[in-house]
């Protein structure tokens, strides 16, 4: 069975902190995509990054950057120099030859001024 | 560009009462098509999912009904609204994934705006 874990409910940093954000999957397929989705207070899910199983390849895009290790199962977010707009819920996703996508529980980040 | 709308942004209803939420899709064809609730502070749910027009799968056995009129028309209905409705509603589309010459899966999920649904 296909599993996406986010542990951390709940993060709270003050801006220009760091801070990743925590992803660990299940699957026993070999080939599957992982991806982090972006939920802003408006609600509408924004797409962030899409990471295939074959490609470990860590990626950056600006603050943001992706650490995807097959060896632990985990696909790690972390916002480097964090800012009051990156106060939002972050969902880890994963999906599979079922066509399924499955969501972690979401992690809520608080950036304070 | 491809962009996904969603009506009405919110909506108040009586339990018992009739629900229709629309979702339309644009720039695309043939687009995989999706409905996800988000209750209050909870994850997301897939509620149908259809790969074409009249075509559509449920996920969760419920009071809720999906139908698929056009191509790039996804509306979720209900005859009678139970409190429990009360959410956050998502229409996601996405396109055929072909790894070879296999449909193997769907490629990104890209999500609407959502409908906020109060059921008292």
């Known amino acids: 069975a296909q599993k996406v874990t986010q542990a951390q409910t709940e993060i709270s940093v003050v801006e220009k902190e760091d801070v990743t954000l925590d992803c660990v999957y299940e699957t026993r397929d070999t080939t599957y995509y992982l991806f982090w989705y972006k939920q802003p207070p408006s609600g509408e899910l924004v797409f962030l990054i899409r990471r295939n199983s074959f490609d470990e390849q860590n990626e950056i895009s600006g603050r943001y950057s992706w650490n995807f290790q097959k060896s632990t199962s985990s696909f790690n977010f972390t916002i480097t120099a964090s800012q009051v707009v990156d106060s939002a819920v972050y969902f880890c996703a994963l999906i599979n030859w079922t066509d399924k996508l499955i969501f972690g529980t979401g992690t809520r980040l608080q950036v304070f001024p | 560009s491809q962009t996904i709308h969603q009506w009405p942004a919110t909506l108040v209803q009586p339990v018992g009462s009739p629900l229709s939420l629309e979702c339309t899709v644009e720039g695309t064809s043939n687009p995989n098509l999706y409905w996800y609730r988000q209750a209050a502070g909870r994850g997301l749910q897939l509620l149908f999912y259809s790969v074409g027009i009249g075509q559509i799968s449920s996920e969760v056995p419920q009071n809720l009904s999906a139908s698929r009129p056009q191509d790039r028309q996804f509306i979720l209905s209900s005859k009678k609204l139970l409190l429990s409705d009360s959410g956050f509603y998502l229409c996601?589309?996405?396109?055929?994934?072909?790894?070879?010459?296999?449909?193997?899966?769907?490629?990104?999920?890209?999500f609407g705006p959502g409908t906020r649904l109060t059921v008292l």
């Open positions: 996601a589309w996405s396109v055929p994934l072909l790894v070879g010459t296999s449909l193997w899966g769907t490629d990104t999920q890209y």
